[in-house]
């Protein structure tokens, strides 16, 4: 290869090793995730439609369980709480569209939340 080409193929090489790494890096960071989006796409219109009070019901809920000493929440009931408290922030964005990306931040924590996480605070 002369040197005109050796510099736009390298490139090129470097760009496609550096995605590719970057999404394996992603699917790793988060063995659950998954999991997560399922449940969110099953429970997205059903939270959609929560009012205030029983979304404050599930909200409830969920801390009291997962405060619970006596009992565990296995790893698809706990996904399913935090998946749908952050659906519920995502109807809040579309409902008040100047808290949009406050919103989409408080979607993102809950999202985000880790079983693995939750177990080891179980043990303290």
């Known amino acids: ?6 510099l736009p193929f390298f490139t090129l090489l470097f760009i496609c090793c550096t995605n590719s790494v970057k ?8 063995s659950d995730l998954q999991l997560k989006e399922l449940l969110f796409r099953k429970y997205k219109r059903e939270v ?6 029983k979304f404050d019901a599930l909200f409830f809920e969920f ?10 929440l296995t790893k698809e009931e706990f996904y399913t709480y935090t998946t749908k408290i ?7 964005g579309m409902l008040y569209k100047n808290q949009k ?8 924590e ?6 693995s996480d939750y177990l080891q605070s179980k043990k303290h």
């Open 101 to 108: 990306e406050e919103a989409q931040r408080t979607k993102q």
């Open 23 to 30: 999404v394996q890096a992603q699917t790793s960071a988060d």
């Open 63 to 72: 801390f009291q369980k997962q405060k619970d000493q006596n009992s565990t």
């Open 110 to 115: 809950w999202l985000d939340k880790s079983y």
């Open 1 to 6: 290869m002369n040197k005109v080409m050796r």
């Open 86 to 92: 952050a659906a519920y922030s995502e109807k809040l």
């Open 48 to 53: 959609q439609a929560y009012d205030k009070k």
